[in-house]
Structure formats: structure tokens, C-alpha cells
């Protein structure tokens, strides 16, 4: 049982073209998360919802759009792709209440913009 | 803006040597978190300290968080090839939704 499960594991697509990662979480957290993570390996948050509302949301393009359809869901769509938007992305949950509040990441999704 | 900074980016060690990272803030930190993400992986949680000048072990490493709570280290006494990974300090934030990372700590470590 996978806790929190990112497709697709791998993203090759060219400049220009629209694409969507998709993750899920079993574990029941009420806070999901996607970071962006580049060469240099930083982590940098880009969004943030809580029970299915956005909290945060980083200065990141308006071609990014996260829809959480539901509490154990939070998917990523891309428009108009660029190279720049290459990176590896991890989404990401945990419960912000209580002493338990580490998070648990996904497989990341590489996206090679060519 | 990044609400804490990790030293060093890059450290390389001949096995059995120890090694440190370090994370600090200009503010008082309510906690500090610290992951391990391996080559071609995703980040896993360590640990999580809260209280001021705690000191956690697991093993061979050796978390603490500073007595005025604005700084935290991780210690790896006699590295092994195994410990290779990327090291991340991290905060959240009081309200308990923003979760921000250090830069990280890229260890290599030669057999």
C-alpha cells in the first residue's frame, strides 16, 4: 500500500503542450502539498490545500493550476509547458494537527520539457 | 523568502568520517524537522525536535536544536556508504500548514 502515489513517475513532452500530474494519498491527512525540486535539489513549495482549499499559494505562473477534488487528492496541471519547467515535482501530505505532523512524499515526477 | 538556510550545499567524506549539517534561522523556530532523500528518491522524515537544546539520536546520527531555538544540526558519526543522500533541515510554520525546506546538505561519501 502506497501512502502517498504520484503518476506518472516519468513526463516527456515538448514546449508549448498541456499536462497534468496526478497524487493520491490513503493516509487520511487533511493538508497535500506540491513542491518543485531542481537541479540544484531545492525543495521550493508552490501550493498547499487544506481539506480540499487552497492555502498557500507561492509565486508560481498562473500556467500551474491545482484542483483538489477531495481531500486524498491534489493534481497538477501545466499549460503552455516551458523548458524551464523542468524539474522534478513531489507532492506531498501530512496532518496539521496533533505531535504527528511529518510529511510523506510521493515518487516525484521528473518532466523533461524538450 | 526561505526562512532557513543550510550549510554546507555540498559535502564529500571518505567512509568513517563523521559529518554535520547545519540549519539556522534568524527567528525563533516553534520546531525543526529533518528528512533524508537518497539518489533518485523522495524525501523521508527523520525527526522532528521542538523543545529548546534538544538532542534525539537514532543510531549513529545526532539531532539537536539549539537552546534559543533558532538553529538545529544534524550529526552522522562514522559515515557510511549507505548514509549518501541529500540531508533537509525544515519548518513549519506556527498556523501548521507551510512546510519549508533548508537548501539540503548533498553527502557523498567515498568507500
Known amino acids: 500500500d502506497t501512502a502517498v502515489s504520484q503518476t506518472p513517475k516519468y513526463l516527456v513532452t515538448q514546449m508549448g503542450n498541456d499536462k497534468s500530474i496526478k497524487c493520491e494519498q490513503n493516509?487520511?491527512?487533511?493538508?497535500m502539498y506540491w513542491y518543485k525540486q531542481d537541479s540544484k535539489k531545492f525543495l521550493k513549495i508552490m501550493f498547499s490545500y487544506n481539506n480540499k482549499e487552497l492555502i498557500i499559494n507561492e509565486t508560481v505562473p498562473n500556467r500551474f493550476s491545482p484542483k483538489s477534488p477531495d481531500k486524498a487528492h491534489l493534481n497538477l496541471h501545466i499549460n503552455s509547458l516551458e523548458l524551464g519547467d523542468s524539474a522534478v515535482y513531489f507532492c506531498?501530505?501530512?496532518?496539521?494537527?496533533?505531535?504527528?505532523?511529518?510529511?510523506?512524499f510521493g515518487q516525484g515526477t521528473r518532466l523533461t520539457v524538450v | 523568502g526561505q526562512q532557513v538556510m543550510q550549510i554546507p550545499q555540498y559535502q564529500h567524506v571518505q567512509e568513517g568520517e563523521d559529518f554535520t549539517t547545519y540549519c539556522n534561522s534568524s527567528?525563533?523556530?516553534?520546531?525543526i524537522q529533518w528528512y533524508k532523500q537518497r539518489p533518485g528518491g523522495h524525501p523521508v522524515f527523520l525527526i522532528q525536535l521542538v523543545k529548546s537544546g534538544e538532542v534525539k539520536k537514532q543510531k549513529r546520527l545526532t539531532f539537536q536544536f539549539g537552546e534559543a531555538k533558532k538553529n538545529s544540526s544534524l550529526h552522522i558519526t562514522a559515515t557510511q556508504t549507505t548514509d549518501v543522500g541529500t540531508y533537509f533541515c525544515?519548518?513549519?510554520?506556527?498556523?501548521?500548514?507551510?512546510?519549508?525546506f533548508g537548501e539540503g546538505t548533498q553527502l557523498t561519501v567515498n568507500p
Open positions: 506531498a501530505s501530512r496532518h496539521t494537527g496533533g505531535p504527528n505532523t511529518e510529511a510523506f
Open positions: 527567528t525563533t523556530l516553534s520546531n
Open positions: 525544515a519548518n513549519i510554520k506556527t498556523s501548521g500548514s507551510r512546510l519549508t
Open positions: 493516509l487520511g491527512h487533511d493538508t
